[in-house]
């Protein structure tokens, strides 16, 4: 079995290459939105494990991020409410 970490890895750098069409990078967004949760679950990581600052802004610049899948911005927008309300 692949190392996801590696795989979202390569699905990231394909989002920021120049080279690569606005296709591929929604293509790759899709990706990483479907692996992040397989990932944790791997990995143990979690957002109650990561620094909390840096899970809301991921979870903000998702928000914006106009390659981003429906679902994986209404994830975000419930992770935000959720750290919201433990405040």
Known sequence: MSNLGNVIGGYKATLNNPNVSEQAKQ????????LQDSYEAESGANE???NTG???GGHKA???NPNTSEEAKEHS????EELEAAD
Do not use: S
Request: aromatic share 0%.
């Open 62 to 64: 998702n928000l914006k």
């Open 54 to 56: 840096n899970v809301i």
């Open 27 to 34: 293509n790759a967004q899709r990706a990483i939105d479907e």
């Open 77 to 80: 927008k419930e992770v935000l």
């Open 48 to 50: 109650t494990t990561k």
